[in-house]
């Protein structure tokens, strides 16, 4: 870090650097000044508040664009050097060192961290080279497939289109926002499909592998190639499926095609980048093993999956097993089969102007026709109560999570059920253990479903408080718990739940890209129709007082839980 920080004091930024940069501000600015009409309200009402509070000027948007046009491109690579060597001096410096209580952990002493700054003082420090290679992302441009079956659903807007080699696109055009595109795929798999002896490979391929960057571009190169564009892609690969997600103003859109392409045909290992983060690893999770809140969290993971080896956590010794060749392997066999994909796209574009980008970039994809899916390991949870109590640090607190779990009909009438017992079961423990009791700041009540490989549900209570009084507020949840089950929902909560889906259908649904992709892509992978995705009146309609409380005993089994309790180790004398 010092090294670095005294390259740009000797020799400064370059002119290329500061071009960057100055690109990615104004085009932020742009950005937000076309999207001006439809900000959410938060960042907004943050603003104002920063203004009352630390009297932060609020010219506005269209000031704020028109000041950085005007000004940002006067800001010469000279004034910028200059505050370098004002802003980094080396007096009034300040080393702080933070690291755990542990015994044999020899930490650096003042002398040696003296003698690191005084040995970066004398070295010879070289000027930055900036490598930044002025080529395409990819060197020729793929032979386009086809769009083979387009069926139009006029009713709900959403055009799917069936590539020729196998892979679906469903394409909803939206004016929540004036540019944004955005996406995400999916496919049936995960790291389910990697055998035992492959499990850590497969389980950090999607870290490992995007860290080497695309095709011919570390990942500090693609930074570089992509400045001034506002997009994304990104792999990832879950236990029972892998996919893609990301986006794009309309500019960018082809640039974004391109990604997807090489994040599927074009992996980059880098056998430095991944020797650095295995070694940052090691002492990040040894570190981890101390802190009471990973080994909560870890004691709850273990009791609900009966420590199966497949939900272990990722340790300092399983780091070993790491293995970049393995991972690259395991990522190329994910990603080498576009055949059983789905695309979903969301937001401001035209089908025109998608289709060839789609026949080019996607339907020109790699396919092997596979049919797969999530291969079912066995991880259970326990078939009766569990209770675990953790001793771990030193801060006076405690927290209690109890997690009821069990076989789940995975319909969305089901998924609406469960949410909204929780909500409303959230509402009962808010107000006994916060508001009458003053024991906790909040409760949440998360449920949490899946279909495959197996249909199971999991509604996790979670609140955190004074060790003196967690027995007596885990026994007043269970009693609020308990008194749920009995009697269901009160009914004001109903009319207030009634009101707000009201208000929903009235102000619409969606207000977000982001939020209807994410339904979207629910409905593909559960194999449901997505016109509910647009009419939930018919499944909200099954909600009444009485299918609430039958869905607080289905799904609060008394008879099927872990509770694991945090408390700090005693002081000692």
């Not at 802003?87 to 961290?113: F, H, I, K």
């Not at 953790?390 to 319909?411: C, H, L, M, Q």
Request: proline fraction near 7%.
């Amino acid at each position: 870090v010092l090294t670095e920080t005294e390259r740009v004091v000797r020799n400064g930024f370059l002119q290329s650097e500061l071009d960057r940069e100055k690109l990615g501000s104004q085009q932020y600015l742009d950005q937000a000044l076309l999207e001006k009409d439809k900000s959410p309200s938060g960042p907004l009402a943050d603003e104002l508040v920063r203004h009352v509070v630390s009297d932060e000027p609020v010219p506005g948007i269209v000031y704020e664009q028109a000041m950085s046009a005007r000004f940002l491109p006067e800001i010469s690579l000279a004034e910028i050097n200059a505050l370098a060597k004002t802003w980094l001096p080396p007096q009034n410096r300040v080393v702080a060192v933070s690291a755990p209580a542990r015994p044999g952990l020899a930490l650096p002493t003042q002398t040696v961290l003296a003698g690191v700054i005084d040995t970066v003082n004398r070295a010879t420090i070289p000027a930055y080279v900036d490598r930044t290679r002025s080529k395409p992302l990819l060197a020729s441009a793929p032979t386009p497939g086809r769009v083979v079956r387009e069926t139009t659903r006029q009713a709900i807007g959403i055009t799917e289109w069936q590539l020729s080699n196998g892979a679906k696109v469903l394409l909803k055009p939206t004016t929540f926002k004036e540019d944004e595109i955005l996406f995400r795929a999916t496919s049936p798999g995960g790291t389910s499909q990697a055998a035992d002896q492959d499990l850590v490979p497969a389980q950090t391929a999607e870290q490992v592998i995007p860290d080497g960057g695309l095709g011919d571009f570390s990942t500090l190169e693609l930074d570089r190639v992509l400045a001034g564009k506002q997009v994304g892609v990104r792999a990832d690969i879950g236990e029972s499926d892998e996919g893609l997600s990301g986006g794009a103003r309309r500019a960018d859109v082809e640039t974004m095609f391109q990604l997807i392409h090489l994040t599927f045909t074009a992996p980059r290992a880098d056998a430095v980048q991944f020797e650095a983060t295995k070694s940052r690893l090691k002492p990040m999770l040894s570190n981890q093993q101390v802190r009471p809140e990973v080994v909560f969290r870890q004691t709850l993971t273990a009791a609900l999956t009966q420590n199966h080896l497949r939900a272990r956590p990722l340790t300092p010794a399983t780091v070993d097993q790491m293995n970049l060749q393995r991972s690259m392997a395991f990522y190329q066999n994910r990603f080498a089969d576009a055949s059983d994909f789905t695309f979903v796209f969301v937001g401001s574009f035209d089908l025109a102007t998608m289709k060839p980008l789609v026949e080019r970039y996607l339907a020109s994809l790699p396919a092997l026709r596979r049919t797969e899916a999530p291969v079912d390991r066995g991880i259970r949870p326990p078939d009766g109560p569990v209770t675990r109590e953790v001793v771990s640090g030193v801060e006076p607190r405690s927290r209690v999570a109890i997690v009821f779990n069990g076989t789940f009909d995975n319909t969305p009438t089901e998924r609406l059920h469960i949410k909204v017992m929780s909500e409303m079961l959230a509402g009962f423990l808010q107000g006994t253990l916060r508001e009458d009791m003053g024991g906790t700041y909040g409760v949440s009540v998360e449920p949490r479903f899946s279909k495959q490989p197996v249909s199971e549900y999991r509604v996790s209570i979670d609140f955190v408080c004074d060790p003196a009084r967690a027995d007596a507020l885990t026994a007043a949840a269970w009693d609020v718990i308990r008194n749920f089950r009995e009697r269901g929902p009160a009914p004001d909560q109903m009319v207030n739940e009634r009101m707000s889906f009201e208000r929903q259908q009235e102000s619409g649904l969606f207000q977000e890209n982001r939020d209807l992709l994410n339904e979207l892509v629910l409905k593909v992978e559960n194999g449901e129709d997505l016109a509910e995705v647009f009419d939930p009146k018919p499944v909200h309609d099954t909600l009444t007082r009485e299918s609430l409380r039958l869905a607080a005993q289905r799904y609060l089994n008394l008879q099927r839980y872990v509770q694991v309790t945090l408390k700090p180790e005693p002081a000692r004398p």
